[in-house]
């Protein structure tokens, strides 16, 4: 043993430390990964004169397999000894759903001990935008099905307690999935804040579900919050873009995830430094031509 090598109480060092290390003294509970790829798709047009609406949808697929078998939940599976999160995570995704190579942001870790029936779980959940006309939905491994679900959440109640340090705020949401051929997913979300001085706390939790498994629904809510934060100061909207786009499209896209209508001039000149004007036009019948234009991959050098 060289004469500066250290070792613990025991007179170990860190080599003989490891060798006798027993890997089982503590509980290890199993990880999984869980992904959220949303899209924004054109609903039905009323007539061919009139722009299509937009609708934010999200990636589901239906259980085959206990628990919750023929309930819909978000693609994911358990992370293997030999892997990383983000590979699981890949992996999972192009076995349950056959998509593959897509950009995906490591969103939370959720990890309460009831989250799941089989035993204690901890999942890490990710999040994509991704332009669904370019993925091929197929359901493969334990997923009976997947489908593309449209999204809404609203906050219904809000309600605010003065306490003696600062005061507790509990707020209602209605989270909503809708699928041609399905039954509508719903669930009731209660987040709660509390404030105690300088101490904030927040917590979720699930009050009512229909068809939505494990905490999933939970999940979906937390994620459109950090979607709708994103795109206010990134360029993640630009995911669900074409390589040429108009500016009414673009907005469109950003009213969609928001859920609120924006004043043209002000989204014009907030985005004006994204994209990049070109001397291409549309050819939609019924419509006039509108200029065509491209994302400006550099836009954010203008601030380093």
């Known amino acids: 043993m060289a004469s500066n090598e250290k070792v613990n109480s025991h007179g170990q060092t860190e080599k003989e430390f490891l060798a006798a290390y027993n890997p089982y003294k503590y509980e290890r509970p199993s990880v999984t990964v869980d992904m959220l790829i949303f899209t924004v798709t054109d609903a039905k047009k009323r007539n061919y004169r009139t722009l299509p609406d937009k609708e934010l949808k999200l990636l589901l697929i239906k259980r085959g397999e206990h628990p919750f078998i023929g309930q819909w939940a978000l693609p994911g599976g358990f992370v293997k000894m030999d892997e990383s999160l983000e590979q699981a995570a890949v992996r999972e995704l192009k076995e349950e759903t056959n998509i593959d190579s897509i950009y995906m942001e490591q969103l939370y870790t959720w990890g309460?001990?009831?989250?799941?029936?089989?035993?204690?779980?901890?999942?890490?959940?990710?999040?994509?935008?991704?332009?669904?006309?370019?993925?091929?939905?197929?359901?493969?491994?334990?997923?009976?099905?997947?489908?593309?679900?449209?999204?809404?959440?609203?906050?219904?109640?809000?309600?605010?307690?003065?306490?003696?340090?600062?005061?507790?705020?509990?707020?209602?949401?209605?989270?909503?999935?809708?699928?041609?051929?399905?039954?509508?997913?719903?669930?009731?979300?209660?987040?709660?804040?509390?404030?105690?001085?300088?101490?904030?706390?927040?917590?979720?939790?699930?009050?009512?579900?229909?068809?939505?498994?494990?905490?999933?629904?939970?999940?979906?809510?937390?994620?459109?919050?950090?979607?709708?934060?994103?795109?206010?100061?990134?360029?993640?909207?630009?995911?669900?873009?074409?390589?040429?786009?108009?500016?009414?499209?673009?907005?469109?896209?950003?009213?969609?995830?928001?859920?609120?209508?924006?004043?043209?001039?002000?989204?014009?000149?907030?985005t004006a430094h994204m994209v990049i004007e070109t001397n291409q036009y549309t050819k939609d019948a019924g419509h006039r031509p509108s200029k065509l234009y491209r994302f400006n991959t550099d836009w954010n050098k203008e601030n380093e």
């Open 112 to 270: 309460e001990a009831d989250r799941d029936p089989r035993a204690r779980i901890i999942s890490t959940s990710y999040m994509a935008l991704a332009d669904s006309s370019t993925l091929e939905v197929v359901a493969n491994d334990d997923a009976a099905d997947a489908k593309w679900f449209s999204v809404q959440c609203k906050l219904f109640q809000e309600h605010r307690t003065l306490t003696g340090t600062g005061y507790e705020q509990q707020r209602l949401y209605k989270l909503k999935l809708a699928c041609e051929g399905e039954k509508d997913l719903e669930a009731v979300i209660k987040k709660v804040k509390t404030v105690s001085g300088r101490t904030v706390r927040t917590y979720g939790s699930i009050e009512e579900c229909s068809g939505i498994a494990f905490d999933h629904a939970g999940i979906i809510e937390y994620a459109l919050e950090r979607l709708r934060s994103k795109i206010e100061y990134t360029d993640i909207a630009f995911n669900l873009m074409p390589e040429l786009f108009t500016l009414t499209q673009l907005q469109q896209v950003y009213e969609v995830i928001l859920d609120t209508e924006l004043l043209k001039a002000n989204f014009r000149r907030k």
